[in-house]
């Protein structure tokens, strides 16, 4: 439990970390990664508005910079009434690291808002056992 109060203050804290100009919609996202360790992401966009990066896929780039491979879990955090939910393209990074049951953590900057699983974000997904 205090592991997923660590992760869900990291995405919140990763927020703060966003250059976001444009849209001013601050997103942070923190992965514990199988060592026990998280890595933590913001989004950064630009102005060729196509070419930017969400926060989940700054975490992933830092949790492979640092030597690791799977996501046991991870948190987003975004403000606003709706639920910041990872994107298609981010659904599809996080299963190149995690596990259907992967918990994903979808919080504001008051905390957790919802639990759901990588299987319930992308139901039927394709990922590295499809290729095997």
């Not at 919609?25 to 514990?32: E, K, N, W």
């Not at 690791?68 to 955090?77: D, G, R």
């Not at 900057?109 to 990922?127: D, H, I, Q």
Request: charged share 15%; with cysteine; net charge negative.
């Amino acid at each position: 439990m205090q592991q997923q109060k660590t992760l869900i203050a990291a995405a919140i804290a990763a927020m703060d970390k966003a250059y976001a100009p444009y849209s001013k919609f601050h997103v942070g996202a923190a992965i514990l990664a199988a060592d026990g360790k998280i890595h933590s992401g913001c989004n950064v966009e630009n102005a060729a508005y196509p070419v930017g990066n969400c926060a989940e896929a700054s975490a992933i780039s830092a949790m492979v910079l640092a030597g690791q491979s799977k996501i046991l879990a991870i948190a987003v955090a975004g403000a606003g009434d709706e639920l910041c939910t990872p994107c298609g393209g981010c659904r599809q990074r996080i299963r190149e690291f995690a596990e259907p049951e992967t918990p994903i953590l979808i919080c504001d900057t008051k905390g957790l808002r919802y639990t759901t699983t990588l299987a319930e974000l992308l139901p039927l997904s394709f990922g590295p056992d499809n290729l095997s």
